[in-house]
T-cell receptor, first 113, second 117 residues
Framework: SQQGEEDPQALSIQEGENATMNCSYK?????LQWYRQNSGRGLVHLILIRSNEREKHSGRLRVTLDTSKKSSSLLITASRAADTASYFCATDMINQGAQKLVFGQGTRLTINP | ETGVTQTPRHLVMGMTNKKSLKCEQH?????MYWYKQSAKKPLELMFVYSLEERVENNSVPSRFSPECPNSSHLFLHLHTLQPEDSALYLC????????????????FGPGTRLTVT
């Protein structure tokens, strides 16, 4: 079954507003990562939060992780039109020496000018 | 640019054709991955190579055949595909240090948009 599930599936807000996306997962993780994808392009890594961390910031991004609830949130503050993209959470499950990232279906974020 | 390139960017092939997708990473990573992204489905991990050895094969049909000749290159050989194989195929790489327990982010290429007719 799918490990990460994002909520909502689609989000449309006005430029300047904050956008919050949530991710839930089912099993224990090593870390959780958030990625962004512009339409038809490859994914770009945004932020990685380890299982022993609760909050992490990177510029306008703020990620929280609650391992007791098996959930994470991504907050984008002061949104811009260029933030329009799909956002995915991915949980990292250990598999020998390589990662096995399991992605959710993503949240499609639209920032209206 | 992420340091991961994929060619071709677009590919249209018939069900009887044989083609190959190529991925190259310039980041000095030691693990490479193939993913399939279909419309309205989560990104699916297909294959994982670590130190040029395949460590994951997620029940992918044999019409998809990966090859990793060295740590910088990864191929996906395609033959007798089906229309449902039409998708965006993404390659990624990462640095994995299993002895240290560290985990790093993955760097993705731009993808190959495959259409099977």
């Amino acid at each position: 079954s799918q490990q990460g599930e994002e909520d909502p599936q689609a989000l449309s807000i006005q430029e300047g507003e904050n956008a919050t996306m949530n991710c839930s997962y089912k099993t224990s993780i090593n870390n959780l990562q958030w990625y962004r994808q512009n339409s038809g392009r490859g994914l770009v890594h945004l932020i990685l939060i380890r299982s022993n961390e609760r909050e992490k910031h990177s510029g306008r991004l703020r990620v929280t992780l609650d391992t007791s609830k098996k959930s994470s949130s991504l907050l984008i503050t002061a949104s811009r039109a260029a933030d329009t993209a799909s956002y995915f959470c991915a949980t990292d499950m250990i598999n020998q020496g390589a990662q096995k990232l399991v992605f959710g279906q993503g949240t499609r974020l639209t920032i209206n000018p | 640019e992420t340091g991961v390139t994929q060619t071709p960017r677009h590919l249209v092939m018939g069900m009887t054709n044989k083609k190959s997708l190529k991925c190259e990473q310039h980041l000095g990573h030691n693990a490479m991955y193939w993913y399939k992204q279909s419309a309205k489905k989560p990104l699916e991990l297909m294959f994982v190579y670590s130190l040029e050895e395949r460590v994951e094969n997620n029940s992918v049909p044999s019409r998809f055949s990966p090859e990793c000749p060295n740590s910088s290159h990864l191929f996906l050989h395609l033959h007798t595909l089906q229309p449902e194989d039409s998708a965006l195929y993404l390659c990624a790489s990462s640095q994995d240090l299993s002895t240290s327990g560290k985990r790093y982010e993955q760097y993705f290429g731009p993808g190959t948009r495959l259409t099977v007719t």
